[in-house]
Antibody, heavy 121, light 110 residues
Framework: EVQLVESGGGLVQRGGSLRLSCAAS????????MSWVRQAPGKGLEWVSS????????YYADSVKGRFTISRDDSKNTLFLQMNSLRAEDTAVYYC??????????????WGQGTLVTVSS | QSALTQPASVSGSPGQSITISCTGT?????????VSWYQQHPGKAPKLMIY???NRPSGVSNRFSGSKSGNTASLTISGLQAEDEADYYC??????????FGGGTKLTVL
């Protein structure tokens, strides 16, 4: 059974940093791209970042480029999102999701339960 | 990257069919067969319903179907059931290797 469990969310001041983690199990982690998707309170889904299997390619939304860094540790089946220079508009539930393919493109077939990040001003 | 355009809301009665549209550009929806659809119930994580325009993951009811014409993709739900009431989001791969979601459509089963 595929499981994705996020952790690391919480309350942080504007300009601060947080590191989100996503522990994966139930599939060959290194063979699939992974993504982060966020959802601000009462709003829709926003694609944040993706990383290919084996981390040879990474991509970011313009809204987070230069501030967020996606990475993965295939030896520990874990996905990360380092978030720096946080802004109030980064407040959201952050979901970790498995991509159906090695490179980002096809659908996100498994999602974690989400972790809430709140940036206070 | 601008969000894909979806109607804010749609509604239908049990047993009826509804269609949700998702309009993008030739740089996303129209340029790739990488359109997916997600169902989200309140307080829950999204669930993949359709991938690669028209494919259903294992376990998803065949009442859900997807299609695409030009820059517009569509999700059709036939035989509406009360449990289908949820928010639905489309998503597409884009020409700069990123992702983009639609604004979401709230489906109400009357």
């Amino acid at each position: 059974e595929v499981q994705l469990v996020e952790s690391g969310g919480g309350l942080v001041q504007r300009g601060g940093s947080l590191r989100l983690s996503c522990a994966a199990s139930g599939f060959t982690f290194s063979s699939y791209a992974m993504s982060w998707v966020r959802q601000a309170p009462g709003k829709g889904l926003e694609w944040v970042s993706s990383i290919s299997g084996n981390a040879d390619s990474t991509y970011y939304a313009d809204s987070v480029k230069g501030r967020f860094t996606i990475s993965r540790d295939d030896s520990k089946n874990t996905l990360f999102l380092q978030m720096n220079s946080l802004r109030a508009e980064d407040t959201a539930v952050y979901y970790c999701a498995k991509v159906r393919s090695y490179y980002y493109g096809s659908g996100l077939d498994y999602w974690g339960q989400g972790t809430l990040v709140t940036v206070s001003s | 990257q601008s969000a894909l355009t979806q109607p804010a809301s749609v509604s239908g009665s049990p047993g009826q069919s509804i269609t949700i549209s998702c309009t993008g550009t030739s740089s996303d929806v129209g340029g790739y067969n990488y359109v997916s659809w997600y169902q989200q119930h309140p307080g829950k994580a999204p669930k993949l319903m359709i991938y690669d325009v028209s494919n259903r993951p294992s376990g998803v009811s065949n009442r859900f179907s997807g299609s695409k014409s030009g820059n517009t993709a569509s999700l059709t739900i036939s035989g509406l059931q009360a449990e289908d009431e949820a928010d639905y989001y489309c998503s597409s791969y884009t020409s700069n290797s990123r992702g983009v979601f639609g604004g979401g459509t709230k489906l109400t089963v009357l």
